[in-house]
């Protein structure tokens, strides 16, 4: 089976993959490109939760995610593949 590469705007998609992964979501301090906001970032169950990172909530972080208008890139699998954690976040305005 090979995997694809899907880009989506879609909320509910975007928060199916990263929970079916036992992503969280957080926003990295030290990491700061506009007007004092820190940048978003999913983190998996296997990595420490570093100092400069603060956990966010879903809403917050859709929220920071269309302010900034992101695009969540990641690869599409099979159903029972939840090991792959391939995913970035592009401009979906192509810039």
């Known amino acids: 089976m ?3 590469i899907e880009q989506t705007i ?3 998609r975007i928060r199916k993959w990263i929970e079916s992964r036992n992503g969280r979501l957080v926003r990295i301090e030290n990491r700061t490109p506009v007007e ?3 940048v978003i970032q999913v983190i998996f169950s296997d990595t420490l939760l570093e100092e400069q990172y603060v956990q966010v909530s879903w809403e917050e972080f859709f929220t920071r ?3 900034a ?3 969540f890139v990641y690869e599409r699998c ?3 593949d939840v090991t792959n954690r391939f ?3 592009v401009n979906r305005n192509g810039e």
């Open 69 to 71: 208008h992101l695009a």
């Open 87 to 89: 995913y970035k976040f």
């Open 78 to 80: 099979g159903a029972e």
């Open 2 to 4: 090979t995997n694809d």
């Open 36 to 38: 004092g906001k820190g």
């Open 10 to 12: 879609d909320h509910s």
């Open 65 to 67: 995610f269309d302010q």
